[in-house]
Antibody
Framework: EVQLVESGGGLVQPGGSLRLSCAAS????????LNWVRQAPGKGLEWISY????????FHADSVKGRFTISRDNAKNSLYLQMNSLKDEDTAVYYC??????????WGQGVLVTVSS | QTVVTQEPSLSVSPGATVTLTCGLG?????????PSWYQQMPGQAPRSLIY???NRSSGVPDRFSGAILENKAALTITGAQADDESDYYC???????????FGGGTKLTVL
């Protein structure tokens, strides 16, 4: 069974940093590209980051470019999102999502990040 | 800035058919945008329904179907059921750089 379990969320002050983790199991982790997708409270979904099978292929949405960094450790079956210079508008549930044919086939349960003073 | 449009809300009677659409603010949607669809129940993570325009994800009932209709991606639910009441999102692949853009979502009511 494919499982994606996010962790590392919480309350952080504006300007602060947080690192999200996603532990994967049930599939050949190193053979799949991965994404982070977020959802602000009561709002829609927003794609924010992608990392390919080869870690040389990385994309970030303009809204987080220069502040967030996606990475992966295939030996640990883990995906990460380093979030710096956090803003109020980064408050959201963050989902770890597996990529499949340019779509998102499996989603984690999400982790809440709250940016507030 | 790329805008992906969806109906904010739709309603359907039980057993009836409803089509949700996914368009581009400027331009036509094609299979090259790899349109995909997701269902999100309240308080839950999204679930994949359709990928690459028309392919059903594993375990998705065949009453859900995808297509390109009149320059938009479309999700059709044939014989709607009460538990289809949910939020539905489409996403389009816009190429390297912009990558994926979600629509604003459609809140479907079955009544």
């Amino acid at each position: 069974e494919v499982q994606l379990v996010e962790s590392g969320g919480g309350l952080v002050q504006p300007g602060g940093s947080l690192r999200l983790s996603c532990a994967a199991s049930g599939f050949a982790f190193s053979s799949y590209s991965l994404n982070w997708v977020r959802q602000a409270p009561g709002k829609g979904l927003e794609w924010i980051s992608y990392i390919g099978i080869s870690t040389t292929t990385i994309f970030h949405a303009d809204s987080v470019k220069g502040r967030f960094t996606i990475s992966r450790d295939n030996a640990k079956n883990s995906l990460y999102l380093q979030m710096n210079s956090l803003k109020d508008e980064d408050t959201a549930v963050y989902y770890c999502v597996r990529d499949w044919h340019y779509s998102f086939d499996f989603w984690g349960q999400g982790v809440l990040v709250t940016v507030s003073s | 800035q790329t805008v992906v449009t969806q109906e904010p809300s739709l309603s359907v009677s039980p057993g009836a058919t409803v089509t949700l659409t996914c368009g581009l603010g400027s331009g036509s949607v094609s299979t090259n945008h790899f349109p995909s669809w997701y269902q999100q129940m309240p308080g839950q993570a999204p679930r994949s329904l359709i990928y690459y325009t028309e392919n059903r994800s594993s375990g998705v009932p065949d009453r859900f179907s995808g297509a390109i209709l009149e320059n938009k991606a479309a999700l059709t639910i044939t014989g709607a059921q009460a538990d289809d009441e949910s939020d539905y999102y489409c996403v389009l692949y816009m190429g390297s750089g912009t990558n994926w853009v979600f629509g604003g979502g459609t809140k479907l009511t079955v009544l």
